[in-house]
């Protein structure tokens, strides 16, 4: 069992040009999560789903798009990046909302 | 506005001590309340949870200490190894996590 996967591991991107994290999970878990972490300021909510089909804002979701088609699934699109924008960004899954969440490995992505 | 506040950002420790690392929150409304522990370029992991109906879980070197009416918990590492050198994060949840802003832990050999 992979548990949650994501893609890109890094990616250096210019500013302007769209990006998609891809973020794939086999737990069959009903709620997944998109994470940014800064320095000093730990991990930050972007977006969330809670079951497929439907998405949520965090805390900091400006800038960012997601959407869930699928249980297994949950990508963060970057419209046009800005150099903000530079992070590394987590996935999660928990079984239900309020669950505890399962985190991937992260994408290191640089906006230059 | 930080929900959880973590402290400290970072701590030194040597092999064998208590590693202790403190969060404080405002909404009571949080009815549980985990710890991560994250190594290097690694995702976060779940180390130990708790709710707020009991006051510590053990597991194993890992204590939480959890005090409702100061709105405040802990974890506690006893015999801190070179290996438990991470980065630990305190969480509180109700609908959605919030996270502490984390400690970055040395453990010297």
């Known amino acids: 069992i992979a548990g949650i996967t994501q893609a890109p591991t890094s990616q250096i991107l210019a500013a302007g040009r769209r990006m998609t994290l891809r973020c794939t999970q086999d737990?069959?878990?009903?709620?997944m999560y998109w994470y940014r972490q800064d320095l000093g300021l730990g991990l930050r909510l972007i977006h969330y789903?809670?079951?497929?089909?439907?998405?949520g804002k965090g805390e900091v979701p400006d800038g960012y798009s997601v959407s869930r088609a699928n249980t297994d699934d949950f990508p963060l699109t970057l419209a046009s990046a800005v150099p903000s924008q530079t992070s590394v960004y987590f996935c999660?899954?928990?079984?239900?909302?309020?669950?505890?969440?399962?985190f991937g490995p992260g994408t290191r992505l640089l906006v230059l | 506005q930080q929900q959880v506040k973590q402290s400290p950002q970072s701590l030194i420790v040597q092999k064998g001590g208590i590693s202790i690392i403190n969060c404080a929150y405002e909404n009571t409304a949080f009815d549980y309340f985990p710890w991560y522990q994250q190594f290097p370029g690694k995702g976060p992991a779940l180390l130990i949870a708790i709710r707020p109906d009991v006051s510590e879980k053990k597991e194993g070197r890992f204590t939480i200490s959890f005090n409702k009416s100061a709105k405040q918990f802990s974890l506690h590492i006893m015999d801190s190894q070179p290996g438990d050198s991470a980065t630990y994060f305190c969480a509180a949840v109700v609908d959605d996590m919030r996270f502490g802003a984390g400690t970055r832990l040395t453990v010297k050999p």
């Open positions: 737990m069959r878990h009903n709620a």
């Open positions: 789903s809670n079951t497929a089909g439907t998405t």
């Open positions: 999660a899954s928990s079984s239900g909302q309020g669950e505890t969440q399962y």
